[in-house]
T-cell receptor
Framework: DADVTQTPRNRITKTGKRIMLECSQT?????MYWYRQDPGLGLRLIYY???????NKGEISDGYSVSRQAQAKFSLSLESAIPNQTALYFC??????????????FGEGSWLTVV | DAKTTQPPSMDCAEGRAANLPCNHSTISGNEYVYWYRQIHSQGPQYIIHGLKNNETNEMASLIITEDRKSSTLILPHATLRDTAVYYC???????????????FGKGTKLSVIP
């Protein structure tokens, strides 16, 4: 089983609909992240959370919201989806307390298509 | 995070060593050099990271120049399954409530050729 699990893995939704992507992890890490990947643009950080009570905006947070329900769960919501939010979304975790640096571990990704 | 520069693409013959370069001339003293790879559209996979010293693990070796302005990832015996986009990242310094994220650029697309 994957250490970082994302659901759904694929979703097609209509413009204006609310959609939630869920992420759960079994690594016991405090830090969790949501990234978005568009073709040719690499990964861009949407939101990150250092612990259950901490939520921070990343590079491209407009149009998104998040909820950290527990240490192991971090969900991403699109309140009113629009076509340019069509992308591959990744959840990730890290635990700097393990030692040097801040190695990030990624989930398998969620393809979202907004039509 | 410090900006990194990588060639957009490289080819490597199967069984040969793949040497992927990365420039990070603005790296600060407490920033690490990380390498990740992404196979097709899977989640990026951590490969290796280092601060000053060269590092080796079961996947690869990381050679960091003495001035830390550049580094090279070495895959000693490339296989077809190593075909992927390789990302070099300089950052992620741990300073308690400070730096946290890793900024991914466009990486190098490595093609391993039979």
């Amino acid at each position: 089983d994957a250490d970082v699990t994302q659901t759904p893995r694929n979703r097609i939704t209509k413009t204006g609909k609310r959609i939630m992507l869920e992420c759960s992890q079994t690594k016991g890490h405090d830090r969790m992240y949501w990234y978005r990947q568009d073709p040719g643009l690499g990964l861009r950080l949407i939101y990150y959370s250092f612990d259950v009570k901490d939520i921070n905006k990343g590079e491209i947070s407009d149009g998104y919201s998040v909820s950290r329900q527990a240490q192991a769960k971090f969900s991403l919501s699109l309140e009113s989806a629009i076509p340019n939010q069509t992308a591959l979304y990744f959840c990730a975790t890290s635990d700097p307390g393990q030692g040097a640096g801040n190695t990030i571990y990624f989930g398998e990704g969620s393809w979202l298509t907004v039509v | 995070d410090a900006k990194t520069t990588q060639p957009p693409s490289m080819d490597c013959a199967e069984g040969r060593a793949a040497n992927l370069p990365c420039n990070h001339s603005t790296i600060s003293g407490n920033e690490y050099v990380y390498w990740y790879r992404q196979i097709h559209s899977q989640g990026p996979q951590y490969i290796i990271h280092g601060l000053k010293n060269n590092e080796t693990n079961e996947m690869a070796s990381l050679i960091i120049t003495e001035d830390r302005k550049s580094s090279t990832l070495i895959l000693p015996h490339a296989t077809l399954r190593d075909t992927a986009v390789y990302y070099c990242i300089a950052g992620g310094a741990y300073s308690g409530a400070g730096s946290y994220q890793l900024t991914f650029g466009k990486g190098t697309k490595l093609s391993v050729i039979p």
